[in-house]
């Protein structure tokens, strides 16, 4: 099954928007007016801009895609016909290769944005598949509560973060998918933006001192280069080598100890779970198993992250395995490893190393 993603509307006018002009986009955030601008909001600004990046890089073409309008409906499903792209016209400050404290100290007033959605993803309709219908967003929230729902977020926004771009388990999206046959056959035909002009949204890895300058950029490397996109061979067979073959991949899961686990690989899993497949009207029943739970580190990786990566293997062995633990596999990556870390036989340690060349992140296994 195709990966998939739901993607959150402030309201219809920005969803008819969307499927008029056919793409789906969102915008940076800024620092809000009202606020004291000192150094620890911007650097919670340029954080959760960060994490908005490392959800857009997981957004492949052909994936699909559904478009909720906050607090009422979800529509769909499309595809993407792009990866996310930036505005040429995005301010400066938010361009990735600046989002930085050092920058933004100086930079940050610089925020007025000629495009409202100056980060876009190009979508286009399913011909007899996507409905004009939508349904009620609240029915997966139901679903939640008894269990066939795990990725999504008590709420459609945490923390101070705007989670715009939630990732699916494959298992969810044939729930979605179910739901969405449901609905009267009426349908809706969206036509591809082509997006001219846009740019592919760059990656700082820039080293600080031997470390990347966020862990959410780690992240970000990892959702753009775990599949070849044509021009990123290097970094594609680093990452194979390292974690094999992987059919799904998600980030920022929440799981039922209140956080988000960063990273998850995946190929099929447990229990077996009836998939709907949208283009042929038909289910399949499908056994899941191979879970990599990965942790990110951006510098030193000690002792207090060993029950923090083994607290996300549980959720996921209860949860997505079925209590089998031959099916998961726990990864920490760092820049640098503690000995009591190092030790632990049930955790993979694999160190990065920032490069002076392309492709400019190298992964290593070293216990």
């Known amino acids: 099954m195709r990966k998939a993603h739901l993607i959150t509307c402030p309201s219809y006018v920005e969803y008819d928007t969307f499927i008029t002009e056919g793409y789906a986009g969102l915008h940076p955030i800024p620092v809000a007016d009202d606020k004291k601008v000192t150094t620890r909001v911007l650097g919670t ?32 499903p499309f595809l993407a016909a792009s990866y996310f792209l930036e505005s040429p ?14 920058y933004w100290s100086k930079h940050y007033e ?33 679903l939640k509560t008894i269990g066939l729902i795990q990725s999504l977020p008590e709420r459609f926004l945490y923390h101070d973060k705007a989670k715009i771009v939630k990732p699916l388990l494959n298992h969810e999206t044939g729930i979605v998918l179910r739901l969405l046959s449901e609905l009267p056959s009426e349908f809706i035909s969206v036509t591809p933006n082509p997006l001219k002009d846009f740019n592919t949204i760059m990656l700082n890895l820039k080293s600080y001192d031997g470390e990347v300058y966020r ?3 780690l992240e970000a490397w990892l959702m753009e280069n775990i599949t070849y996109n044509g021009t990123n061979r290097a970094q594609y067979d680093n990452l194979i080598n390292i974690f094999s073959e992987v059919q799904h991949f998600v980030n920022s899961i929440f799981t039922y100890y209140a956080n988000f686990m960063d990273v998850l690989f995946y190929n099929e899993m447990h229990p077996p779970v009836e998939e709907y497949c949208a283009e042929c009207g038909k289910y399949s029943s499908k056994n899941k198993s191979d879970l990599a739970v990965i942790e990110l580190k951006k510098g030193d990786v000690d002792a207090s992250v060993i029950n923090q990566i083994r607290e996300y293997g549980d959720w996921a062995l209860k949860s997505l395995a079925n209590n089998d633990n031959s099916k998961i596999t726990l990864y920490i990556i760092g ?12 955790i993979v340690c694999i160190r990065y190393s920032i490069l002076d060349a392309p492709p400019f992140l190298r992964l290593e296994r070293i216990n």
């Open 89 to 102: 016209d995005m301010p400066s400050n938010f361009k990735s290769i600046n989002l930085n404290i050092e």
């Open 215 to 217: 862990e959410k950029i």
């Open 110 to 142: 610089d925020q007025e944005f000629d495009e409202k959605f100056p980060w876009r993803v190009s979508i286009k309709s399913i011909d007899g598949v996507t409905k004009k219908a939508g349904f009620n967003s609240m029915e997966l929230f139901k």
């Open 45 to 76: 600004k340029i954080t959760t801009n960060w994490d908005i990046i490392a959800d857009l890089k997981r957004v492949k073409p052909d994936d699909y895609i559904f478009l909720h309008v906050r607090g009422d409906l979800i529509y769909g």
């Open 335 to 346: 820049a640098w490893f503690d000995e009591t870390v190092l030790s632990n036989n049930d």
